[in-house]
């Protein structure tokens, strides 16, 4: 396996933590939107301010993996 395979391959390990992250707060958004809990909407601008970067993480992600050669190939610089 080359550098660019193993590369892949942890960037492909991020994303999918990422899912699991976006996941999570998901959930504690709902929880946060319950109408009935004392701490209703108290986390709603962190939640707000996680899920904006979830969107930038996401994007810089699908950049580096679009930057990693496929294939092994020598950098000329």
Known sequence: M???DMKKTILGNINR???EL???INII???DNDSASSG???LHD???VMTRCMVSFEAVLVR???IVPSKQEKNNV
Do not use: C, P
């Open 2 to 4: 080359t550098s660019n």
């Open 29 to 31: 958004e709902a929880l």
């Open 64 to 66: 580096a993996v679009n």
């Open 46 to 48: 962190q939640i707000d």
């Open 17 to 19: 933590i990422l899912g």
């Open 40 to 42: 209703f909407l108290d």
């Open 22 to 24: 976006n996941q999570q």
